[in-house]
T-cell receptor
Framework: RKEVEQDPGPFNVPEGATVAFNCTYS??????FFWYRQDCRKEPKLLMS???SGNEDGRFTAQLNRASQYISLLIRDSKLSDSATYLC????????FGAGTRLTVKP | EAGVVQSPRYKIIEKKQPVAFWCNPI?????LYWYLQNLGQGPELLIR????????DSQLPKDRFSAERLKGVDSTLKIQPAELGDSAVYLC???????????FGPGTRLTVT
């Protein structure tokens, strides 16, 4: 079993839709969690950190469920510019990346 | 403030040749990471430095890969000799301290023919 698992997608949604991604991790001692976005042939860019209490940044909401060992990312009112691959990152002594979930937002 | 700088951006070499990648992290960032990313996969950690000390190199194929971070700032990753399977994007990232947000450079796209 991989340490960090994500649904690879692709998720194809219309503009304005709400979409949610989940990411599960295997190490219960994991300490910090992040979501990154990666555009085609570009480097990953930090989207947001994930805090225990959950956190929101505009249209993006991240949540952590330690008991079930997953984190989630919710995107509301999707824009065309949200099309990218979303990477889940879990720090359990070293940074482990998921394989990414690909999102395409269509007009 | 300048981001993470990497060079070269692209490199094409024949198998069995050596190749080196260079990374300059964000000023003041003590932790530096080298990752390898294959198409359709997330980045995989090769080595992590805390200042000039390599604290996690368990995933670095030491028979052909080497890295250094002299004076705890710039870092170089070397492959010698390169194999066809080494074709990938090599990403450098830095963070203020281990476990905090990482910032990535643009990567070096290596093609081994």
């Amino acid at each position: 079993r991989k340490e960090v698992e994500q649904d690879p997608g692709p998720f194809n949604v219309p503009e304005g839709a709400t979409v949610a991604f989940n990411c599960t991790y295997s190490n219960s001692a994991s300490q910090s969690f992040f979501w990154y976005r990666q555009d085609c042939r570009k480097e990953p860019k930090l989207l947001m950190s994930v805090y225990s209490s959950g956190n929101e940044d505009g249209r993006f909401t991240a949540q952590l469920n330690r008991a079930s060992q997953y984190i989630s990312l919710l995107i509301r009112d999707s824009k065309l510019s949200d099309s990218a691959t979303y990477l889940c990152v879990v720090n359990s002594g070293d940074m482990r990346f998921g394989a990414g979930t690909r999102l395409t937002v269509k007009p | 403030e300048a981001g993470v700088v990497q060079s070269p951006r692209y490199k094409i070499i024949e198998k069995k040749q050596p190749v080196a990648f260079w990374c300059n992290p964000i000023s003041g960032h003590n932790t530096l990471y080298w990752y390898l990313q294959n198409l359709g996969q997330g980045p995989e950690l090769l080595i992590r430095y805390e200042n000039e000390e390599a604290v996690d190199d368990s995933q670095l194929p030491k028979d052909r890969f080497s890295a250094e971070r002299l004076k705890g700032v710039d870092s170089t990753l070397k492959i010698q000799p390169a194999e066809l399977g080494d074709s990938a994007v090599y990403l450098c990232a830095s963070s203020l301290v281990e476990g905090r947000e990482q910032y990535f450079g643009p990567g070096t796209r290596l093609t081994v023919t």
